[in-house]
């Protein structure tokens, strides 16, 4: 089986688990990747996190994509429009 049927089933099998979202496909793609090339033990350049993600490796073992919160702006409750005044 090529490398490519590998990361092809793989990244069904995500889209499989994630209950078929769509719109997702390419993520799915590149977390395929990742997955063969860690369980191939291939080395080269690795893939590129997804914005809102951040790459991270643990005691020297692949890396894993993790995702990022945004912050909450301080004046998050501030948009809420005030109670109108009585006339």
């Known amino acids: 089986m090529s490398r490519e049927q590998i990361v092809r089933d793989t990244a069904y099998a995500i889209w499989e688990a994630e209950g078929k979202p769509e719109g997702r496909d390419a993520e799915h793609w ?6 063969v ?9 690795a893939a590129k996190p ?4 951040v790459s991270a490796t643990v ?11 945004k912050a ?16």
């Open 30 to 35: 590149r977390l395929a990747e990742e997955r």
């Open 37 to 45: 090339t860690a369980s191939t033990g291939e080395t080269g350049k």
């Open 50 to 53: 997804a914005k809102g993600e």
């Open 59 to 69: 005691d020297d073992k692949p890396k894993a994509t993790i995702p990022v919160k």
């Open 72 to 87: 909450a702006t301080g004046n998050a409750g501030a948009r809420k429009s005030a109670p109108k005044a009585k006339s």
